[in-house]
């Protein structure tokens, strides 16, 4: 299928300026186009839009803030009142870097950073103190490297037998 773009009354421009005046124009809409010769004038010939892979978007990603950690967590159950116990704090809008210039006004005001993530279910934008999130973090490591340990050890499993290696991996 051919993208042929012409005047709006469907005939071709009279004169190659006025092509690429029209050129222009769709140009800061996001249009690329080429100018071409064709019987009666020039049109222009929308170029196909490069595609993106799919799986390369990442459509969770925002921006960093110095000093926290920031997650997307699923507004389910109680999963965010559980997050805010463990120090999580949800993220506003106002908060985000924007090109909006209503960002700081009283609209957007006490509304939480949201996407929907599938099924029916929204993500919320959460952030806790990056000191607190490693914490947190080796406090997990440690527990791991416990229940590791004691699979391998053969005398803490009362009638346990056999042996357990494992690889560092």
Do not use: C
């Amino acid at each position: 299928m051919k993208f042929i773009i012409k005047t709006k009354e469907g005939l071709p421009f009279e004169t190659e300026s006025a092509a690429i005046a029209r050129q222009t124009s769709l140009r800061k809409e996001g249009t690329e186009t080429t100018v071409a010769k064709d019987e009666g004038g020039w049109v222009l010939k929308r170029k196909r839009p490069q595609r993106e892979q799919l799986g390369t978007k990442n459509v969770l990603n925002y921006p960093e803030r110095p000093g926290y950690h920031r997650h997307v967590i699923n507004d389910t159950d109680d999963n965010i009142l559980n997050k805010q116990r463990e120090g999580y704090e949800i993220v506003q809008k106002k908060d985000l870097p924007s090109g909006d210039a209503r960002a700081g006004d009283a609209s957007q005001m006490g509304m939480p950073v949201t996407k929907h993530v599938g099924n029916g279910t929204n993500g919320v934008l959460m952030e806790m103190p990056q000191e607190w999130y490693d914490e947190y973090q080796a406090i997990k490591q440690n527990k791991i490297k416990s229940d590791e340990s004691a699979m391998s050890d053969k005398g803490s499993v009362e009638g346990g037998y056999g042996e357990v290696t494992m690889d560092a991996a």
